[in-house]
Nanobody, 125 residues
Framework: VQLQAFGGGLVQAGGSLRLSCVASGRAISNSVMGWFRQAPGKERECVVAINWSAGSTYIADSVKGRFTISRDNAKNTVYLQMNSLKPDDTAIYYC???????????????????WGQGTLVTVSS
């Protein structure tokens, strides 16, 4: 399984970006997918995660109402739509996936088996 994340870039505060994560090797339809980020000098944190089969989601308080996760099964792609971006959203964003198992927290990075390479999002003030 490979995950490829892209779509990052430089955007002004208040702007929007959509990140994409293309999966190959396994279908995402029954997966658990998460978007994580790591800012300079900070620990990696989960931004949004979803268990498509169970219908359970996690979203960080810092992005509630601004970020949403969606998917296109035909393209085997997961998206992170980011609106009303703030300078504090500046980070490298990673997508992660898990295709089997249950009973582990969506927001914990160690729960995931596969990771994309990361894409840099920079929000200017």
């Amino acid at each position: 399984v490979q995950l490829q994340a892209f779509g990052g870039g430089l955007v002004q505060a208040g702007g929007s970006l959509r990140l994409s994560c293309v999966a190959s090797g396994r279908a995402i339809s029954n997966s658990v997918m998460g978007w994580f980020r790591q800012a300079p000098g900070k620990e990696r944190e989960c931004v949004v995660a979803i268990n498509w089969s169970a219908g359970s989601t996690y979203i960080a308080d810092s992005v509630k109402g601004r970020f949403t996760i969606s998917r296109d099964n035909a393209k085997n792609t997961v998206y992170l739509q980011m609106n009303s971006l703030k300078p504090d959203d500046t980070a490298i964003y990673y997508c992660a996936a898990k295709f089997s198992g249950s009973g582990w927290p969506l927001s914990v990075g160690a729960s995931y088996d596969y990771w994309g390479q990361g894409t840099l999002v920079t929000v200017s003030s």
